[in-house]
């Protein structure tokens, strides 16, 4: 059976089929979807479902003949999971997002140290274009440092044809296996062959102190092991099937790997021929010798970092990549022609390219997982589209709180989620932001610095990524003794990446009960003696207690509680309206919230819209966006919204 599948999904296909058991990830986009598509499968579940009595959870274990999935706090707690699976005897999977990886490379480098015993693979999707990330990194420099085999498929079918083939490779090599995916990969569509479920039995665990555990006298013969397989790997590599010669007979090749193959595809067609590497690390030697010897011409298409192209070059390769292409962003169908159509062209290989480049009703379509290039007369009405940046929804729980401070002129450390949209306009109410966890020790190491600004600075961070890794640094707070105040946005759900449950929000992956962390005690208990709740609906309540915990001499926590508005669950009042006492004073557009706007007064003649630029603007609520929060009401001094 065939089926039309986004990357992820197939990637979640592929554990399922190649008899995967158990998946730990933190969500991160764009990775989240392959663990919530591969929950899909876990009805038979390697635990019973749930059950929560007198407080407790329990969990009954069964046969491992499914898939077990979870959320885990952070990347590090995910992949630990996943590699104490394996060394149990399973095979496990970790899914993260670039930046992700740099918090799982602590147990990722001493995996590759113990190597495995059922197969682990881990996903990492690298965000090129900064789609929703805080930077561009390219991850196959964690695979090359830690001497872990990384694969990149380069679309859908290959997501799940890789995955299978990694689990494969990882028992065969006693290593874990990285498979890189971009934005682009993971989300796009293409055909993906179905096929039914290999149940892996459990491998025994035979106890093996100087495979498993990492002292010094052990962990310096499992690098000798680690170089031995590095080079057993580059051979693989040579003769692999996963790397793919496409001979064309031309004067020019083109080495390229992932989504970039199909970029190239696009916009050059067979006038080129192609070297698609599908193992991006270690990388052969022979073979790409063998591919050059045969071109005139080597250009190097990859996306972020010039890796490939410098390992071509260290091994005598005359090619040409970055110098052409750059470092930053996404590569496209149209860059790709743009900055190699002059030179192609004298050659008379790319007739067919320019062809379609004239004629603005052609699109390109070479197979079907490629994207489709846009013509000109898409390009020029794209760039008359206003800009519509983004902005926290109407009714979303963190606007009050933001708009307190912004008011307030309190400097804030900001963290990584949905609220970090507070930095922008109107409300301008955020200074700096990081990586997830380090609001709160930047907090402290500014209060260090300058401790007379303890009264003045506050930092923010949200219950998810509280519980990934602001825990530690709230633990630094009480421990180093910094009049620290943070704010726990406590929104009951992990917001930015689509709604996912974690430890505060008393479900699982699955929506099944589970035990739920109290913030509360839990700031208690790690030392904080000052934790209070507040509703950031309500405006004068969370300013009185901002303003009275930047005032104490003392760490102190505020949680300020409300569930996301898009929940749903959630229960919205009915939405609030302008009467006729508006002067139109615009206080209430502080807040930024998107249900309301100022217009000037229209007319329409004969089917013909004029505005009056003369006219008084006047302030409108849009009653489809608007959740009745109130908050605005609160800012009107004239009593001009009602609901």
Known sequence: MKKLLIGNEAFARGLYEAGCSIVSSYPGTPSTEITEFVAKYCDGDYFEKAKLENGLVTLEQTALNTVYAEWAPNEKVALET????????????????????????????????????GGL????????GMHSSQNEQDSRHHAIASKVPMLEPSD????????????????????????????????????????ERKNVPLKEYVKNPQKYVMMPAFAKL???????????????????????????NTE?????????????KDALGDNVSYLKLGIVNPLPVQLLLDFAEKHKTIYVLEELDGIIEQHCKSIGIDCKGKEIFGYIGELSQNIIREKLADVINNSNQITACESELN??????????????????????????????????????????????????????????????LGAGAPLFAMDTTICMGASISALHGMNKANPQNESKTVAVIGDSTFIHSGINSLINVAYNATNSTVLI??????????????????????????????????????????????DPYNLEETENAIKEELAISSPSVIISRRPCALLKYVKHNAPFSINDNCKSCKACLKIGCPAISVDNELTIDNGQCTIDNNSKPRVKINNTQCVGCGVCKGLCKFGAIEG
């Open 82 to 117: 996943a590699l104490g699976a394996s060394i149990a005897g399973a095979r496990s999977f970790c899914g993260m997002k670039h930046v992700g990886l740099n918090v799982a490379a602590d147990p990722l480098y001493t995996a590759s140290y113990t190597g495995v015993n």
């Open 121 to 128: 693979v881990i996903a990492v999707a690298d965000d090129s």
């Open 156 to 195: 859908s079918h290959e997501c799940k044809e890789f995955v299978k083939l990694a689990f494969s490779l990882s028992e065969q090599f006693d290593t874990p296996v990285i498979v890189r995916l971009s934005t682009r990969v993971a989300h796009s569509q293409s055909i993906v062959d179905i096929c």
């Open 222 to 248: 499992r690098h000798v092991f680690v170089e031995e397989r590095t080079q057993k790997l580059i051979k693989y590599a040579e003769k692999s099937s996963l790397n793919v010669v496409e001979d064309n």
């Open 252 to 264: 020019i090749g083109v080495i390229t790997n992932g989504i970039s193959y199909q970029y190239a």
């Open 359 to 420: 004629n603005d009703t052609v699109s390109l379509t070479v197979r079907e997982s490629r994207l489709t290039v846009k013509s000109n007369d898409d390009a020029k009405t794209h760039a008359n589209v206003v800009g519509r940046p983004p902005v926290m929804c109407a009714g979303c729980p963190h606007r009050g709180v933001f708009y307190v401070l912004s008011k307030n002129k309190v400097q804030v450390s900001g963290d990584i989620g949905c609220y970090t």
């Open 489 to 534: 946005l406590d929104n009951s759900i992990t917001g930015m990446t689509g709604h996912q449950q974690n430890p505060t929000t008393g479900k699982n992956l699955k929506g099944e009960p589970a035990n739920k962390i109290d913030l509360v005690a839990l700031c208690k208990a790690v030392g904080i003696e000052r934790v209070r709740v507040v």
